[in-house]
């Protein structure tokens, strides 16, 4: 792995770990193996770092996603591989906690990968529901974009139950649920 890789790829732990404010660019030196030098050859800065870390992260979530949502040969079965995709539950999402994050939100540029993310996501989602009613496999009635935003608020707020919980049991709950009220 590259300097640079690993420094992203620190920068995506330690965000996820600790959130913008508590990332320092010491911290990400020191977890990356790297010396000052090293990161600000590759990043104007700790913004720019965590910028290409938190497309990382999106990218990586895309791709995860993607995966699951290609296995089974039905909406509910490829809805049910997503929703039930290996997860670090008690860590919660790596975009999604940053969604909480006041330094992430409040700007533009970093906010971005994370809106960006959710679009595609309620979007795929909503390809898959509107194929699965499409063929019958799922009510005609069924709105595909209100669902899958549905579908990622039970995922997004599973991991929030779940980490106040200490236990992964409500989020593995809310997804029972959700696969419940589309029929599965």
């Known amino acids: 792995m590259s300097t640079r890789d690993?420094?992203?790829?620190?920068?995506?732990?330690?965000?996820?770990?600790?959130?913008y404010i508590g990332t320092s660019p010491k911290a990400i030196q020191q977890r990356a193996g790297?010396?000052?030098?090293?990161?600000?050859?590759?990043?104007a800065g700790k913004a720019d770092l965590a910028l290409a870390a938190?497309?990382?992260?999106?990218?990586?979530?895309?791709?995860?996603?993607?995966?699951?949502?290609?296995?089974?040969?039905?909406?509910?079965?490829?809805?049910?591989?997503?929703l039930h995709r290996e997860r670090d539950v008690l860590r919660g999402c790596p975009i999604g906690r940053l969604a909480l994050d006041p330094d992430i939100v409040t700007s533009a540029e970093l906010r971005a990968p994370l809106e960006e993310t959710f679009d595609w996501l309620r979007?795929?989602?909503a390809e898959v529901l509107a194929e699965g009613a499409a063929k019958g496999e799922l009510s005609a009635?069924?709105?595909?974009?209100?669902?899958?935003?549905?579908?990622?608020a039970v995922v997004q707020g599973g991991?929030?139950?779940?980490?106040?919980?200490?236990?992964?049991?409500?989020?593995?709950?809310?997804v029972r649920?959700?696969?419940?009220?589309?029929?599965?």
């Open 6 to 19: 690993q420094l992203v790829a620190s920068t995506q732990d330690l965000l996820w770990e600790r959130g």
């Open 177 to 184: 649920g959700a696969l419940a009220l589309l029929g599965a």
């Open 54 to 82: 938190i497309r990382q992260s999106a990218e990586e979530l895309r791709a995860s996603a993607e995966a699951s949502l290609a296995e089974g040969s039905t909406a509910i079965e490829q809805i049910s591989a997503y």
């Open 123 to 125: 979007s795929r989602l």
């Open 34 to 43: 790297a010396g000052q030098g090293s990161m600000y050859h590759h990043f």
């Open 159 to 174: 991991y929030v139950l779940a980490r106040s919980a200490g236990t992964a049991e409500p989020f593995d709950q809310a």
């Open 141 to 152: 009635h069924l709105d595909p974009a209100a669902t899958a935003t549905a579908l990622v």
